[in-house]
Every structure is written in C-alpha cells, then in structure tokens.
C-alpha cells in the first residue's frame, strides 16, 4: 500500500553529476537574505530514513557519596524525554518549517509508544515506522547532575533488522521518496540502514544527503551530499586529520570513492569544510558565541543543509546557514534545534561583530 505522508507527485529527476567547473565566490549571508531562504524552505517534504531513539533524561543533583560504592548518590529532581537520532533530524525539520515524513523501526514496548507521541506532537508523518519484535526501541538514559552527566545507559540491539521488517520498509521508502524534495538518512550504525534503501532515494528523488558512519560509508555511494564529522571522515578515508594538508587529503578521498556532488567535514570549533570536484575547498569558521553540548550537532547540520538544497539554495550559502544553525544549538544543553529566528539573531550577532562567512581555499 502507497504510504500516506504524502501524495505521490511527478517531475523528479535522478540525481545530477558534479556541476561543471568554477570559480568560488565566498558568500556574505545576512540577515535579510537568511530570512527570505527560511520562508522558501517552509513546507518543503523531506523524507528522514534512518535509526530513531529516544532519549532519557534524569535530573538531579549530588551531595553525597554513596554509601554502597564510590559514586554519587544522585537525587532526582526532573525527568523527562526528547527525540533522538534520525527522529532528532526530524525535530529539527519541523522546527524549520518542513513536511517531514520519518522512517525506521521501532520496537514493540512503552518506549515506541512513547516515540510515536512525541512524533504526532510534533505533526510527523509515522507511517513509515515499523515494529521489529526482535530489539527494543533505541533509549539513551543519561543521569545529569548540576549540568554534568554522570553516567549514560544504552538500551539497543545493532544488527540488522528481519527480513519481512526491512522489506516493508524498502517498500515504503521507495514510495515516499517519489514525493519528497529531499531524503536524508541518519546513520547511527544501529544495522537499519542498506543500500537497497539508499538506491531506492536516489532513483526517485534530486536531493538526497546522509550523515554517515565510517563503517557504513559505501552505502552511500552517489548521494548529493555526505556530512562526516571529522573524526568520522579520517576513519572512513584512513588518514590522520591534523593538519590543512590532510583535511584536504580527507576530504578529496570521501568525493572520489563515493562520487557524490559534494562532502561536507564538520569540525567543532574549527568550524566545517566542505569539499566538491574540482572545486576549491571552502572552509566556514566555528560562529557559537558559547558551547554549551554538541549532542545532536551533526543532526541540525545535516537538517538545515538538505532543506536549504531542496529549496534550490546554492551549496555555499546552504552551508553558511548551516553552520550557523549548528552555531545556535550548541548553546543549548542536551540534544535540540534551532528556529529561524535564534539562526538569524546569531548572524546578526555575527555580523555585528565583524566576522567572516567563510573562505575558498585553492
């Protein structure tokens, strides 16, 4: 049965080749022109494939040592849960404005049940999240006391989902995908991800991005765009990140094995790179004004990227925006996403300041 996120429309085409060579202009973004490429994002239809969790979190605070080992005895004063992993992706989507539909697998317990509330809450379309009886629902438990996490505990199974399981949902991403602007997938290396899934998106739509494990990397192979964090792209290349040189090697080896339009290296406080054949390497700098948690950095990353580049946003600006949404969210605590206008106001503060959008080395 055709999935019921959206009705099925024409006019896609498959994926284009690297655009021809030329010189790079480095962009200046304001303000005015962020806000106008916000309001061509709005509604766009974005299908997010990947491995869902949800995320615990438990409050409290220390003042003592328990009695029974060396730890802390954390008394609890706030508990509450947040979307994780490719559903994060999708919080951040709605947050900007888009049409979301969001497939994985779920398991059969409470905290499927309480995934797909929070999914309907936010207006995700959950027609393409099917139950895989044999693991539970991905669930991170993190224990936060006076703002530093105590400890962290995982409820998952990492390997590869049934077989009738991973059929229904090649079937309906297949469908999907023929109505979707763009497809992202969020790879957590969970064992959900393959490449018929991916080759399904690049068959039926133009846009579509990937946030890759190093293990998982060939799945990928001819997507519009991967976004790697650094250490994730020195794994997947096999060289040490820790100069100009090899960036450039790193990034330069992602393009050639995956023959994709573009690869996309963040690097924390040292901003992000993004590389394309035959282009010169275009390096954006780190713009949060404090760093509050990284969780979920990648997730905003690759979410503001592919809505921009379903709105026909050029690469280079879609980056700048990009960085700047991962900007804002860094300044928050725990797994979370940023507005148009927290994106906006931290270019403005930006801009104020006098700093720089990025450069084009090469």
Same mark, same amino acid.
């Given at each position: 049965m055709?999935?019921?996120?959206?009705?099925?429309?024409?006019?896609?085409?498959?994926?284009?080749?690297?655009?021809?060579?030329?010189?790079?202009?480095?962009?200046?973004? +304001?303000?005015?022109?962020?806000? @106008?490429?916000?309001?061509?994002?709005r509604?766009r239809?974005?299908?997010?494939?990947?491995?869902?969790m949800?995320? @615990?979190?438990?409050?409290?605070?220390? +003042?003592? #040592?328990?009695p029974?080992?060396?730890?802390?005895v954390? !008394?609890?004063? *706030?508990?509450?849960?947040?979307?994780?992993?490719?559903?994060?992706?999708?919080?951040?989507?709605?947050?900007?404005?888009?049409?979301v539909?969001? $497939?994985?697998?779920v398991?059969?317990?409470?905290?499927? !049940?309480?995934?797909?509330?929070?999914?309907?809450?936010?207006?995700?379309?959950? *027609?393409?999240? /099917?139950?895989?009886?044999?693991?539970?629902?991905?669930?991170?438990?993190r224990?936060? $006391?006076?703002?530093?996490?105590?400890?962290?505990? *995982?409820?998952?199974?990492a390997?590869a989902?049934?077989?009738?399981?991973?059929?229904?949902?090649?079937?309906?991403?297949?469908?999907?995908?023929?109505?979707? *602007?763009?497809?992202?997938?969020?790879?957590?290396?969970k064992?959900?991800?393959?490449?018929?899934l991916?080759?399904?998106?690049?068959e039926a739509?133009?846009?579509?991005? &990937?946030?890759?494990?190093?293990?998982?990397?060939?799945l990928?192979?001819?997507?519009?765009?991967?976004?790697?964090?650094?250490?994730?792209?020195?794994k997947?290349a096999?060289?040490?990140?820790?100069?100009?040189?090899?960036?450039e090697?790193?990034?330069? $080896?992602?393009? @050639?094995? =995956?023959?994709?339009m573009h690869?996309?290296?963040?690097?924390g406080?040292?901003g992000?790179s993004? /590389?394309?054949?035959?282009?010169?390497? /275009?390096?954006?700098?780190a713009? &949060?004004?404090?760093?509050f948690?990284?969780?979920?950095?990648?997730?905003t990353? #690759?979410s503001?990227?592919?809505?921009?580049?379903?709105?026909?946003?050029?690469?280079?600006?879609?980056?700048?925006?990009?960085?700047f949404?991962?900007?804002?969210?860094?300044e928050?605590?725990?797994? &979370?996403?940023?507005?148009?206008?927290e994106?906006?106001?931290? =270019?403005q503060h930006?801009?104020?300041?006098?700093? +720089? &959008?990025?450069?084009?080395?090469?």
């Amino acid at each position: 049965m055709p999935p019921t996120c959206w009705l099925p429309r024409s006019g896609f085409s498959p994926a284009a080749g690297p655009p021809a060579m030329r010189t790079i202009p480095v962009p200046h973004l +304001s303000a005015t022109q962020a806000y @106008e490429l916000f309001q061509r994002m709005r509604g766009r239809r974005v299908l997010v494939v990947g491995d869902l969790m949800v995320d @615990e979190w438990i409050w409290g605070r220390v +003042s003592r #040592i328990s009695p029974e080992a060396p730890v802390p005895v954390v !008394e609890v004063t *706030d508990h509450s849960f947040t979307l994780g992993g490719a559903a994060n992706v999708a919080t951040n989507l709605r947050v900007l404005g888009a049409d979301v539909c969001l $497939a994985g697998v779920v398991g059969d317990d409470r905290i499927a !049940e309480r995934l797909r509330d929070m999914v309907h809450e936010l207006g995700v379309h959950d *027609d393409g999240l /099917f139950v895989a009886h044999d693991r539970p629902t991905t669930r991170k438990t993190r224990i936060v $006391a006076h703002n530093q996490q105590v400890v962290r505990a *995982d409820w998952e199974r990492a390997s590869a989902v049934p077989e009738a399981t991973a059929a229904k949902l090649a079937a309906h991403v297949r469908e999907a995908a023929r109505s979707a *602007d763009a497809v992202i997938f969020s790879d957590y290396a969970k064992g959900l991800l393959t490449r018929t899934l991916v080759e399904a998106a690049i068959e039926a739509c133009s846009v579509v991005t &990937a946030d890759p494990k190093p293990a998982n990397l060939d799945l990928f192979t001819g997507v519009t765009c991967i976004a790697p964090n650094a250490g994730e792209a020195a794994k997947a290349a096999g060289v040490t990140i820790g100069d100009d040189a090899t960036l450039e090697q790193a990034g330069r $080896a992602l393009l @050639e094995r =995956l023959g994709c339009m573009h690869a996309l290296i963040t690097r924390g406080e040292h901003g992000m790179s993004l /590389f394309s054949p035959g282009k010169p390497r /275009f390096d954006v700098p780190a713009v &949060a004004r404090t760093v509050f948690d990284v969780s979920g950095a990648g997730d905003t990353v #690759i979410s503001v990227l592919t809505l921009a580049l379903a709105a026909a946003t050029p690469v280079l600006d879609a980056v700048t925006l990009a960085n700047f949404a991962a900007g804002a969210v860094v300044e928050k605590l725990g797994t &979370a996403a940023a507005s148009p206008e927290e994106i906006v106001e931290l =270019l403005q503060h930006h801009d104020g300041a006098g700093g +720089s &959008a990025g450069t084009a080395r090469g």
